[in-house]
């Protein structure tokens, strides 16, 4: 009998050891979905929504009481999936305040969603992870009020375990305010990002509960070492086995070879305690992380207990090294890398702020496509997805946590947050981002009213410091003279400024900065309007702004100036130019945001006189609800600044762009400057087949060929362009016929339905001979045939009050956009088609899969 058991027993105990063993194998032949706790599914679909409060028409509906009951009818709220903007649908009306997209984004918006988890779920961890909700959030399960986190750019997680009831219908409640809460830019509203169900044994790894860091490296070595907090949610004392196996990570997130096991850990937990297990191990020949070859690694933890493995969490890593300098710029991997960067806000254009893969990677690509190697996340946390991509394709990261601190530049902005939010909302942005390769700097603030304080900047960088030692911290400036002046920036370990660089030689002989690296946090500010050419010296027209590339407001400065200031001061790590894209709100300069006289805190003379254009904006009431910062429109279209930077981030890639198009018969025989951006060093310009000159750019000085005394006339501007003696790169215009047909283009062939990918179409209106005819306007009726529907439409006009989603959309100077997804479920073909009186249609097809 004994022998028996004992037999049985060995049975079980190696049908336990192939099952987990099993289960560990298998998890390698399959892309990751979601890093972190292996036992995650997405909790986005099957919500219910409701809007309260401030209506989209203005009017008001009392929040009743009750809504987080079980017990209320919820039949006649929306059904929707997540993530989700309530705002983003309009109507834009001209009385809101354009500095936030002048729409209506105030309000109370309540979602519930009805779940249930099984019966075999008890005895389980449950948890609902927020990547983001805007804003004020207020959770409750089962009526039962869970909790709070109201800065609605951190990702959070709530804890369902003590009110689930498994085996039955659950009711999560999500309450969220933004009547409570300013912004200086369109903000979105809702549970904007998307939801996490999460499931563990009481004893698992704490939420972001890995830290990797790799502290030598060598060609031949990399000394990876990872910290595990272990949790442990039970009343019992447990001892429980840690043990991490790294693989490579391949674009997929498909763990491959297996490169390194770390050395298994024992550590002893008592209850409702939390302890560190750490561990530490040597990659051979290590795969390095760089912008050029962006290899990952994933760090694979388990934790056992009596031989089960009852716990999985995934961590993706990189590994790399960091070094700034004052006087040699920044070194990846001991190799210098100048900082080619963009600023930009978190919303994608005609989406709102509701997020989406495709269509963040689509912006990516287009950066990547000029040159930019950066991304500032201007102003907040941002999505986690985007740090993920930025691992994948080879971006770096500065990863900005506030845009203020105890004195607001709103009422209802992070001020009021500050004191008891400051600490969790900073710690749960390092805990989340430390692992990825991509995060290379922190920022603490931007443009805050305390730049000067030495006590609270020092604070902010300490607690920084204290959970994350291996990189530097900085803030962006906009008064650096009275950063650097009181000490304050002294905390820092980089300095980042804001535009103002007129006494960098001043700082760069200060002892107190001696090795004190410097970044151009936010340089230029050009603004333009795509397709827009005015001429003389007016550069602003019926609220739009001439595209010739030197308009900007009094603290910014044309690209040609900031590329002269880093060619003047090799020594700063480089810029990141505001923006990469154009975004909803602060259309500058008919913008009558009073917080733009922030800009000029230490120059009155400017500030009165930036105080009186701001009220005369506002008795003119301007109709510009988004940025025309943008080195790419809203609609994601390229300006010609775009052609600018790739000239000179991609010096070795051939640019040639010649702007403005050659259509202006209202100008015959007038002289009409042409301009020629390129990455060679001379170029000849040619009219018609004449040449008319050839001109040569000067190093450090030219960063444009211009030709200033071209009379108008009819036929083709031609550019040929040369490096080093040698034919480089060519572009031409031409004079167009009438408009005479659609022509649709897509960015992909093929969609996914269960990745809610997004088809982006380009729709150009264009002669006979498909020539894009510019400053042409028709509207432009959409339609979709089969598997899809039309999620948006756009055209980059920034004072266009067409919603979004309508399906009629005017072109604006020749070009519109149409966003297509699949049906819920469906597959096959979907059918676009583009029709405008008296054009000829243009269809496209993709196809669903």
């Known amino acids: 009998m004994n022998y028996q058991r004992s037999l ?98 105030k309000g109370i918006g309540w979602y519930r969603k009805h779940f249930v ?98 502290p030598q490296i060598t060609d031949k070595s990399a000394l990876v070492n990872i910290a595990v907090t272990v949790r442990n949610q039970s009343e019992k004392a447990i001892t429980a086995n840690v043990l991490t196996t790294l693989f490579e990570l391949d674009a997929t997130n498909r763990p491959t070879k297996k490169v390194a096991v770390m050395k298994e850990t024992v550590v002893e937990v008592n209850g409702s305690e939390n302890k560190m297990a750490e561990s530490q191990v040597n990659v051979a020949n290590p795969k390095l992380w760089n912008i050029e070859t962006p290899n990952r690694y994933v760090a694979q933890t388990t934790i056992s207990i009596n031989g089960k493995i009852i716990d999985t969490y995934h961590t993706p890593f990189g590994i790399r090294t960091l070094e700034f300098t004052a006087r040699n710029g920044f070194l990846l991997n001991g ?91 900073l710690t749960a942005l390092v805990h989340r981002d430390r692992n990825h390769p991509s995060v290379f700097i922190w920022s603490i603030g931007n443009e805050v ?39 304050a920036a002294v905390a820092l370990d980089i300095m980042g400024v804001n535009y103002f660089f007129g006494q960098q030689a001043k700082w760069d002989a200060d002892p107190r900065y001696t090795n004190k690296p410097t970044i151009g946090s936010e340089t230029s500010s050009c603004v333009t309007s795509r397709g ?49 894209f154009d975004y909803l709100g602060e259309p500058t300069p008919y913008n009558s945001d009073e917080t733009n006289l922030l800009n000029f805190r230490t120059d009155s003379s400017k500030k009165e006189e930036l105080e009186k254009q701001l009220e005369l904006l506002r008795q003119k009431n301007p109709p510009s609800r988004s940025s025309y910062f943008g080195i790419i429109d809203l609609a994601g279209f390229p300006k010609d600044r775009f052609y600018s930077y790739q000239s000179q981030w991609r010096p070795d890639f051939p640019v040639a762009h010649i702007f403005p198009h050659w259509n202006w018969p209202e100008r015959m025989d007038s002289f009409t400057p042409v301009h020629v951006y390129t990455s060679g060093d001379e170029a000849e310009l040619f009219l018609n087949g004449k040449s008319l000159g050839r001109k040569t750019k000067e190093a450090g000085k030219d960063f444009r060929l211009i030709w200033d005394d071209v009379k108008y006339t009819p036929g083709e501007l031609k550019v040929i362009c040369y490096k080093s003696g040698k034919q480089w790169a060519t572009d031409k215009v031409k004079t167009t016929g009438e408009m005479a047909k659609l022509a649709l283009s897509a960015n992909r062939s093929v969609i996914h339905s269960q990745d809610n990918e997004l088809c982006f179409i380009t729709v150009k209106v264009t002669d006979t001979e498909g020539l894009m005819v510019p400053r042409s306007h028709p509207v432009i009726h959409f339609s979709v045939e089969g598997a899809g529907e039309i999620m948006a439409t756009d055209n980059g006009d920034a004072t266009s009050f067409v919603p979004f989603q309508s399906h009629d959309r005017p072109a604006f100077n020749g070009m519109a956009l149409v966003i297509v997804k699949a049906k819920k479920g469906a597959k096959g073909p979907i059918t676009i088609k583009a029709e405008s009186k008296g054009l000829t249609t243009g269809t496209t097809k993709i196809q669903v899969q």
């Open 117 to 214: 988890v099984p019966a075999t779920d008890a005895g389980k961890q449950i948890f609902v992870d927020f990547d983001g909700a805007m804003a004020n959030a207020k959770i409750w399960l089962n009526g039962k009020y869970v909790g709070t986190w109201p800065y609605g750019y951190t990702s959070f997680r709530m804890d369902l375990t003590p009110f689930i009831q498994p085996g039955k219908e659950n009711v999560l409640a999500v309450r969220l305010d933004t009547e409570n809460w300013d912004s200086r830019w369109y903000p979105g509203a809702g549970i904007y990002r998307h939801v996490w169900l999460v499931k563990t044994n009481p004893v698992h790894v704490d939420h972001w509960g890995t830290f990797i860091t790799t």
């Open 8 to 105: 049985l027993g060995c049975i079980l105990l190696i049908l336990l050891f192939v099952t987990t063993g099993y289960n560990y194998v298998s998890a390698q032949s399959r892309p990751i979905k979601r890093m972190g706790a292996a036992n995650t599914v997405s909790f986005d679909d099957g919500w219910l929504f409701a809007r309260y409060g401030l209506q989209a028409d203005g009017s008001k509906i009392e929040e009743p009481a009750g809504l987080e009951t079980t017990s209320l009818n919820d039949g006649t709220w929306q059904p929707l999936t997540l993530p989700h903007d309530w705002a983003i649908t309009g109507p834009f009306r001209i009385e809101l305040d354009g500095a936030t997209g002048k729409l209506p984004w």
């Open 532 to 580: 827009e050419y005015f001429f003389g010296n007016n550069d602003y027209q019926n609220w739009q702004i001439s595209s010739y590339d030197y308009a900007k407001p009094g603290w910014g400065c044309s690209p040609d100036e900031q590329f002269k200031t880093n060619a003047t001061y090799p020594h700063l790590l480089g810029e990141y130019v505001w923006t990469g």
């Open 449 to 487: 009213n305390e730049q000067q304080n030495v006590e609270l900047t020092k604070h902010l960088v300490d607690i920084v410091h204290r959970e994350d030692p291996t990189r530097p911290v900085s803030n962006g400036y906009n008064d650096p003279n009275g950063g650097r002046k009181s000490g």
């Open 335 to 425: 190799k210098r890398v100048e900082i080619k960067g963009t600023c930009n806000h978190h919303d994608l254009g005609a989406l709102g702020a509701a997020f989406n893969l495709s269509a963040l990677t689509r912006q990516l690509k287009m950066l990547k496509e000029m040159g930019c190697n950066s991304l500032r996340t201007s102003h907040n946390p941002p999505a986690p997805e985007l740090l993920e991509l930025a691992d994948k394709m080879g971006f770096l990261v500065w990863d900005e946590a506030f845009d203020a601190w105890k004195t607001g530049k709103r009422k209802n902005d992070y001020n009021k947050l500050f004191d008891h939010w400051h600490e969790k909302d």
